[in-house]
């Protein structure tokens, strides 16, 4: 392996769009990249007093670093994005109460005559040795440690077409997936949609529960240790997709909840029977008693869900050629 890049964007080098932004660096596949992201807030939220909607600046939320240009990359390649380690960059993380954001309230999409919520900041102290973050009530004295798992919110590549997707909202592209599975030792998978790929990342969460139903997460800046690779020859990957030690899954982001679901659901079926040769319903039999469905997020402007398959069920069938394991073995070599 090279030497490792390390990239810290400035804030005004951040990005708040996936396609449209100039690519900040270009970097060849099998670079190993370390990357600082700022949290959603981009950084402005620093006391319980310091309430979003006043601090932060609408469309400047949740912020990406990049995009990072690939040597190579065309329209109809995949992208795999090996994430050997995300490490808090800060010893504490926010969370907050939006008025009409989240599962429950009335937003824009889901219109009531319900007063909306209060806005509410809490502070989550993180402690790396002993891998917590605590959560305290601010209305008590109670206080609860919770397991400090952390995870990118938000990982995608420029969409087709020529279009900008605000960095909030998932899709095809990737973009604002929210799902915990994007956390250390997995292979995100995206499909290629423009010369170089045009990939980003951000969103830290230092912790986050199914759903992120209160819209806003344990919200920290993040260190990010990834290697790039490019796969082509084989058939597109039409949605993004995840590869861990011991499962796949299928990401899928639409309104109502239910497309989402059966986007995922549809997109591991046939992901399956290229794997094992079975045909569309010995492979929707499988994923049916076999799978797993994960709620990721259920407050973006598109929720999303994954589909998932443990690896046993495939009977040594590799995704991509081995990507995962192949990056994994280097991961572990050297970061």
Not at 179 to 184: I, M, Q, Y
Not at 193 to 212: P, S
Request: aromatic share 8%; proline share 8%; glycine share 10%.
């Amino acid at each position: 392996m090279g030497d490792l890049i390390e990239y810290t964007p400035r804030l005004h080098e951040l990005a708040y769009t996936f396609g449209g932004v100039t690519p900040v660096l270009e970097v060849k596949p099998g670079t190993a990249l370390r990357i600082f992201t700022e949290d959603c807030f981009g950084g402005a939220v620093r006391g319980v007093a310091d309430l979003p909607s006043q601090v932060c600046r609408f469309p400047y939320l949740n912020p990406v670093s990049g995009p990072f240009y690939v040597t190579g990359a065309e329209p109809g390649d995949t992208l795999a994005l090996h994430l050997a380690s995300i490490a808090p960059a800060r010893d504490v993380g926010w969370s907050s109460t939006f008025p009409h954001f989240g599962a429950l309230t009335s937003t824009h999409a889901t219109a009531t005559l319900q007063p909306p919520l209060d806005e509410r900041v809490w502070r989550y102290p993180i402690d790396l040795d002993a891998g917590t973050v605590r959560y305290t009530a601010r209305t008590s004295d109670y206080a609860v440690d919770l397991p400090l798992e952390p995870m990118l919110g938000t990982v995608g590549v420029a969409p087709a077409a020529s279009e900008a997707r605000a960095t909030v909202v998932p899709d095809v592209h990737g973009g604002n997936m929210d799902t915990p599975e994007l956390r250390s030792g997995v292979t995100p998978y995206l499909g290629v949609n423009v010369e170089g790929a045009l990939f980003a990342l951000g969103d830290g969460h230092a912790r986050q529960g199914d759903g992120e139903a209160s819209g806003v997460a344990v919200e920290t800046a993040m260190y990010t240790v990834l290697i790039v690779d490019l796969i082509k020859g084989l058939p597109p990957t039409p949605m993004p997709r995840i590869e861990s030690d011991t499962a796949i899954s299928s990401v899928g982001s639409s309104r109502p909840l239910e497309d989402a679901y059966r986007m995922s659901q549809a997109d591991l079926v046939a992901w399956v029977g290229d794997l094992t040769g079975l045909d569309v319903l010995d492979a929707y039999q499988l994923v049916a008693q076999a799978g797993r469905a994960l709620v990721a997020n259920v407050c973006d402007p598109n929720y999303t869900m994954l589909a998932q398959l443990p690896k046993p069920y495939l009977r040594g069938a590799d995704a991509y050629g081995g990507a995962h394991s192949r990056l994994r073995v280097i991961a572990a070599a050297h970061y």
